[in-house]
Nanobody
Framework: AQLVESGGGSVPAGGSLRLSCAAPNHFFTYALGWFRQAPGKEREHVAAINWGSTTTYYADAVKGRFTISRDNAKNTLFLQMNNLKPEDTAVYYC?????????????????WGQGTQVTVSS
């Protein structure tokens, strides 16, 4: 697999987790983003960050609680998730956009990794 997500786990509501996504070097010339898929629901776009970390996008459901960041030198994408809610429970995936700056109009093109499970209990 080219995209490898990690850092998920089970936490109580109000808790925090930090997800990581490792990918080959060439992915880091693109905007990168996080997606999630809850049981019985479609995959949704959660957050994105452009190549230079100057522009970000967040879905309304996670604004103010999640922070996306990237370390291009270490080929790693992060998602800091604070004040987690039960509705955040899902498998989280990372992917790359088709351009360096497309954070809102994000079209994932890479094969999906295995994802990392996040479970938030009430």
């Amino acid at each position: 697999a080219q995209l490898v997500e990690s850092g998920g786990g089970s936490v109580p509501a109000g808790g925090s987790l930090r997800l990581s996504c490792a990918a080959p070097n060439h992915f880091f010339t693109y905007a990168l983003g996080w997606f999630r898929q809850a049981p019985g629901k479609e995959r949704e776009h959660v957050a994105a960050i452009n190549w230079g970390s100057t522009t970000t996008y967040y879905a309304d459901a996670v604004k103010g609680r999640f922070t996306i960041s990237r370390d291009n030198a270490k080929n790693t994408l992060f998602l800091q998730m604070n004040n987690l809610k039960p509705e955040d429970t899902a498998v989280y995936y990372c992917n790359a956009a088709t351009t360096a700056d497309a954070v809102k109009t994000f079209r994932p093109w890479a094969a999906w990794g295995q994802g990392t499970q996040v479970t938030v209990s009430s």
